[in-house]
């Protein structure tokens, strides 16, 4: 298990190197909630299209070992999922940091 401390601490650096106008903002969270129901009913949709793109790409398609598609699509509804659902604050980002660890 990871100490989400660390992990806040690791996305806090990461998005302190970021460009200040491409970082998220409070009104970014808010355009989220107010379409939030259009964007969840359109989340199965969004899995689908992003992985056929990336499987009818071969120097992508061979990353992916076989019958990790199904896995893969699986771990971006969740992703989305709690993008949509859960606040957009420095514990969301230390969980998008243990994502990469």
Do not use: C
């Amino acid at each position: 298990m990871y100490d989400m401390t660390v992990m806040n601490q690791i996305a806090k650096a990461a998005i302190n190197q970021m460009p200040p106008n491409t970082r998220f903002t409070d009104e970014d969270g808010k355009i989220i909630q107010q379409h939030k129901d259009l964007l969840m009913s359109i989340g199965g949709e969004l899995v689908t299209a992003f992985y056929d793109t990336l499987f009818a790409h071969e120097p992508t398609r061979v990353v992916f070992r076989k019958g990790e598609r199904a896995e893969r699509e699986v771990t971006l509804a969740a992703f989305w999922a709690k993008t949509l659902n859960e606040p957009i604050n420095d514990d969301y980002f230390g969980w998008m940091a243990m994502l990469e660890v």
